[in-house]
């Protein structure tokens, strides 16, 4: 199954301080990370293509993501950042409007207060992005679930993904709260999930496939394979596994699972939700 798509990973020229959340923990990530070192990691685990994802917040993070895209022809969308709050960001994205392979935008909501969906001028800025058919990403910690049900609500007719399947706390194995509101976002019709992020959710030396099961039982019974689309988070997932074992954990997990669901979540979804 040659066709498979990395949903979900980054590319930066390491900055210790514009890169300030890679810290000493996260050492083996302390670099750069670029086309050249993801093509034969992708090549090997049979993947043809990849959707970069903005690890910083500024818009030269965008075009930065754009330009290796138009050089490198398996970076096959790019979801961007820009300022959502800004009262011109209707200009903002006319101004974008031109770029092919710029699918959509995240803003890293994990980092703010647990209302930030619900401002008034955040909103604006999702409002917007339905004229142009921007994919918005919602990257949250699982408390923040409540305001991203809301927004899904609020914005029936906009395509959201979340990231990451919204960082529960798998090192702890709590997965109550979290569970309710995974039952309820995934009601939402216009919301589909990455089955992402998950190791470094985990406890990063010790973790097993065991761990994940539960949390990923609670996506795959709630989004269903119709829903559901695969994301390393490479390089990020670096620092509790190699590439293959984030592959390996879910291609074992759905092996089960008919052919035709199978690419749904490889690939097929990742392609219809991004327009890749």
């Keep these: 199954m040659s ?46 293509g990849c959707v970069a994802v903005q690890a910083d917040q500024t818009e030269e993070q965008t075009h930065f993501l754009l330009d290796l895209a138009k ?6 969308g790019v979801v961007g950042w820009v ?20 699918k959509g935008f995240r803003h ?20 917007a992005l339905k004229t142009h058919n921007y994919t918005y990403d919602i990257l949250v910690f ?6 991203a049900i809301d927004l899904a609500n609020r914005f029936p007719d906009q395509a959201f993904v979340l990231d990451h399947i919204a960082k529960p706390d798998i090192k702890s194995g709590e997965i109550q709260s979290w569970k309710q509101n995974i039952i309820e976002l995934s009601k939402a019709e216009n919301v589909m999930c990455k089955i992402s ?3 470094t959710e985990a406890n990063w030396k010790t973790w097993t496939p065991d761990d994940l099961k539960p949390y990923l039982d609670v996506v795959f019974e709630n989004f269903t394979p119709e829903k559901l689309m695969f994301g390393s988070d490479w ?24 052919i035709d669901q199978q690419e749904m979540i490889w690939f097929k979804n990742a392609e219809r939700f991004y327009g890749l």
């Design 3 to 48: 066709k498979r798509i990395d949903s979900h990973q980054h590319f930066w020229q390491f900055d210790p301080v514009r890169d300030s959340w890679i810290d000493e923990s996260m050492q083996r990530i302390q670099r750069d990370f670029l086309p050249q070192d993801l093509l034969p990691v992708l090549e090997k685990n049979n993947f043809k």
């Design 71 to 76: 050089q490198n022809d398996f970076i096959k």
């Design 83 to 102: 300022d959502l709050l800004n009262e011109n960001i209707a200009d903002r994205l006319d101004f974008f409007s031109t770029e092919k392979k710029l």
């Design 108 to 127: 890293v909501v994990q980092g703010e207060a647990d209302d930030f969906m619900l401002r008034d001028d955040f909103r604006r800025g999702i409002a």
């Design 142 to 147: 699982h408390r923040q679930l409540p305001a």
């Design 197 to 199: 992020g998950m190791v």
């Design 235 to 258: 390089p990020v997932c670096l620092v509790a596994s190699e590439y293959e074992l984030v592959v390996k954990t879910l291609e074992n997990y759905i092996s089960q699972l008919p």
